[in-house]
């Protein structure tokens, strides 16, 4: 009875999140929920949820710049296990940063993106794929910036 209802309260619960964080948890976790079927009476039960590889912020706003100028954010990049970032490749040249060291491979990196602004105002969206030698994961990172003239 106890634990029907228990299982009850964690259907609502898990049912009544917030669509935002519902896509948090299958961002961060290999799989997002999990039946034990049947369980006898005071039997243990355990089940251990796996993280994914994760990019952090899932997305960077660069805030108002002015035409010339650069603005730097960090974004980290968290593994499983140790691993090695083979490349981060923005979708536009308004986007540097330094792909860190990787001897030994690390379970993280912090990450520094400069954005440059460009002569023309307007709003800025580019898309960062960040590859690791992690089962070859490529991971999505949005950015943006609105140029504005003085």
């Known amino acids: 009875m106890i634990r029907n209802s228990l299982l009850a309260a964690t259907a609502t619960l898990l049912l009544a ?5 519902q ?8 799989t997002t929920s999990h039946d034990f079927g049947t369980i006898a009476r005071d039997a243990k039960a355990e089940y251990k949820f796996v993280l994914k590889n994760t990019v952090s912020p899932d997305s960077l706003f660069f805030g108002i710049v002015e035409p010339g ?4 954010k960090k974004i980290v990049i968290r593994g499983t296990k140790p691993f090695r970032i083979t490349s981060i490749t923005p ?5 540097t940063f330094d792909i860190p060291d990787a001897e030994p491979p690390k379970p993280l990196y912090v990450v520094p993106i400069v954005f440059t602004a460009s002569g023309a105002p ?3 969206s580019a898309v960062l794929r960040v590859e690791t030698d992690l089962d070859g994961t490529t991971a999505e990172l949005e950015a943006h910036a609105a140029v504005v003239a003085k």
């Open 91 to 95: 979708d536009c040249h308004c986007l």
């Open 122 to 124: 307007g709003k800025v």
């Open 23 to 30: 896509k948090w948890a299958e961002k961060m976790f290999e």
């Open 17 to 21: 999140m917030p669509a935002s964080a």
């Open 69 to 72: 100028a650069t603005v730097g």
